[in-house]
T-cell receptor, first 113, second 117 residues
Framework: EPEVTQTPSHQVTQMGQEVILRCVPI?????FYWYRQILGQKVEFLVS????????KSEIFDDQFSVERPDGSNFTLKIRSTKLEDSAMYFC???????????FGPGTRLTVT | AQKVTQAQTEISVVEKEDVTLDCVYETRDTTYYLFWYKQPPSGELVFLIR??????QNEISGRYSWNFQKSTSSFNFTITASQVVDSAVYFC??????????????FGTGTRLQVTL
């Protein structure tokens, strides 16, 4: 069964560094999402992406964040200058033309020190 | 704005007990979807069920059952004869969605279920 993959599974970075989280959505999917989960808290929506542009973004998704689909298969989340509070699990999700049917990747745990 | 409330932060039961996890939602849309996800200690999100707003039939899948009541805006989840492997955090989620537009999931705060021997 096709699945969403994310790399790396765990990333440790120093405060102020740029980090790129990578996702490979399911190949025929059209809608792409990033969610964040701070340890012990709920999963929060960050951004949705469709037709090579952002469809919606949350208040969390400020100018430090950006998303890109550089090559038609990868979907990336970049954090320009990481802060301690960016430490969280980041989940990528994708869906076909039924955007309510989202498939989640296993997550990338980001630790900012 | 959509909102999901899971009032139970943590529940502890002894194996073989039945347990119900509550979920109450708010939305202004008439078309929406409700979900339950399981998050084991390993951290991934495991999809359990999706329900659309037009289908109020209760669903049973093995030891799991779901009760959707539009009148009370609730979508409760019952595990019958709980097992230690059911120990996890369970999230209820809502999507206000129409086909053709991207749609975010709004999650509740989760209920941590601890099943002991």
């Amino acid at each position: 069964e096709p699945e969403v993959t994310q790399t790396p599974s765990h990333q440790v970075t120093q405060m102020g560094q740029e980090v790129i989280l990578r996702c490979v959505p399911i190949s025929n999917h059209l809608y792409f999402y990033w969610y964040r989960q701070i340890l012990g808290q709920k999963v929060e929506f960050l951004v949705s992406f469709y037709n090579n542009e952002i469809s919606e973004k949350s208040e969390i998704f400020d100018d430090q964040f950006s998303v890109e689909r550089p090559d038609g298969s990868n979907f990336t989340l970049k954090i320009r200058s990481t802060k301690l509070e960016d430490s969280a699990m980041y989940f990528c999700a994708s869906s076909d033309n039924r955007p309510y049917e989202q498939y989640f990747g296993p997550g990338t745990r980001l630790t900012v020190t | 704005a959509q909102k999901v409330t899971q009032a139970q932060t943590e529940i502890s039961v002894v194996e073989k007990e039945d347990v119900t996890l509550d979920c109450v939602y708010e939305t202004r849309d008439t078309t929406y979807y409700l979900f339950w996800y399981k998050q084991p200690p390993s951290g991934e999100l495991v999809f359990l069920i999706r329900r659309n707003s037009f289908d109020e039939q209760n669903e049973i899948s093995g030891r799991y059952s779901w009760n959707f009541q539009k009148s009370t805006s609730s979508f409760n989840f019952t595990i019958t004869a709980s097992q230690v492997v059911d120990s996890a955090v369970y999230f209820c989620a809502l999507s206000e969605s129409n086909t053709g537009t991207a749609s975010k999931l709004t999650f509740g705060t989760g209920t941590r279920l601890q099943v002991t021997l």
